[in-house]
């Protein structure tokens, strides 16, 4: 109720504000704008600080290539506001709510995690301001107006990769290992335990909690399972964790991850644990998708000592969203951007062919790419072909 409070202040304070005419230097003369900002919130520190820096190179990336292409128009530019959430909801809200009061804020970028998506969607949309996710995989932010996602829903890839699994190994018994304090985790979890159950398989689900920095507990429980499938739905680098527990205690059996586990941090926190791990991913290095290309090829001239994945692409698409948004509608006031995002149509992203036309959750036109972790190179995203023999061996790997 407090929060209802607070934003509809808010929105009462803007609407005596939004009708005037922007000032300063983000303005020619004439009165025309010649900057575009907007702001971006994604965690800089705490527990899952590295996935949020890898979300800003992505950003980064994007807002130096619309600017250097002239995307916005002669002279025009793209400024960028990057607030760090610490991934706690209330400083999330905070910053929000500084931003509805100020009017040159024409559109944000909001959050790589449920948790703060979830109390960041019920302030913007109340001020007019438009907001675009950046990671999180939850349904529930875009019941609000003006909420639109900026990548796949990845649960699609989840079906995809689980009914792939179904079909390689013939699980009777699977164990699905989730977050349970998130509530994108839970849509996920909740999605392959359908899949599963639909296929006749006996589910047991073990819940962990997004602060958790030790899974032994969790793997020790799936291990004496021995489940014929596992599938591991965690937070970041904790599904790194959670398979090098489970590998370490023994645990031989065929493993299906979240995607964001096609990370290389993630790799790099687990190790050739990793090894074998069967993921769905809608961005995929090996695709010949031209965006695809272009975006690995700026990044690693850009970030040489960073490997691009998908929360990087996830980044830059949200960033790319808005900035096609604002040349949709003139970028003229929040107002505008909003609708912009409604008429942003088909695009061709690193994720593949997006279609924005259907409404606030984009469509993916194209399969996601079913692929393994592999020892390769110090861990490399490599194709799976959907069966049991093509899984990688980590034994060979060793």
Not at 55 to 64: H, S
């Amino acid at each position: 109720m407090r929060r209802k409070l607070l934003a509809g202040a808010v929105a009462a304070l803007f609407a005596l504000t939004s009708c005037a005419q922007p000032t300063g230097s983000d303005t020619a003369e004439g009165g025309e704008r010649t900057t575009y900002k907007i702001g971006v919130l994604l965690p800089r520190s705490g527990t899952y600080a590295t996935v949020g820096r890898q979300n800003e190179a992505g950003v980064e990336l994007a807002v130096g290539e619309i600017n250097s292409t002239g995307f916005l128009g002669e002279g025009k530019t793209l400024e960028v506001d990057v607030q760090d959430t610490g991934g706690e909801p209330a400083r999330a809200i905070g910053v929000a709510n500084r931003w509805t009061q100020q009017s040159d804020v024409l559109g944000v970028a909001c959050c790589v995690f449920t948790n703060e998506a979830a109390a960041v969607a019920p302030v913007l949309p109340e001020s007019g301001m438009a907001m675009v996710l950046n990671g999180s995989i939850s349904k529930e932010p875009l019941k609000q107006p003006n909420v639109f996602r900026g990548f796949p829903l990845v649960q699609a890839g989840d079906t995809e990769v689980t009914q792939a699994a179904l079909k390689a190994f013939s699980p009777k018994t699977a164990a699905v290992v989730f977050t349970q304090d998130n509530e994108g985790m839970v849509d996920a979890k909740n999605n392959v335990v359908g899949v599963l159950e639909q296929a006749g398989v006996k589910v047991e689900s073990v819940g962990t909690q997004a602060a958790d920095t030790s899974f032994a507990g969790p793997a020790t429980q799936v291990a004496d399972a021995k489940p014929d499938l596992t599938v591991v739905l965690l937070l970041g680098n904790a599904n790194g964790q959670m398979i090098k527990e489970l590998r370490d205690r023994g645990h031989e059996g065929p493993i299906v991850a979240d995607t964001v586990a096609s990370a290389k941090d993630v790799y790099n926190v687990g190790g050739d644990a990793l090894v074998g791990s069967l993921m769905a991913i809608a961005f995929d290095p090996n695709s010949a998708n031209a965006p695809t290309k272009n975006f690995i090829e700026r990044w690693r001239a850009k970030f040489p000592d960073r490997e691009p994945d998908q929360v990087g692409a996830i980044g830059y698409m949200s960033v790319w969203l808005l900035a096609r948004a604002i040349k949709q509608s003139g970028g003229a006031d929040r107002k505008a951007v909003a609708d912009g995002l409604a008429k942003v149509g088909t695009v061709e992203t690193p994720m593949g062919l997006l279609d924005y036309s259907v409404g606030q959750e984009p469509k993916k036109t194209d399969p996601f790419s079913l692929v393994q972790w592999s020892a390769e190179g110090g861990g490399t995203i490599v194709p799976w072909d959907g069966t049991a023999a093509g899984v990688q061996s980590r034994k060979a790997s060793g």
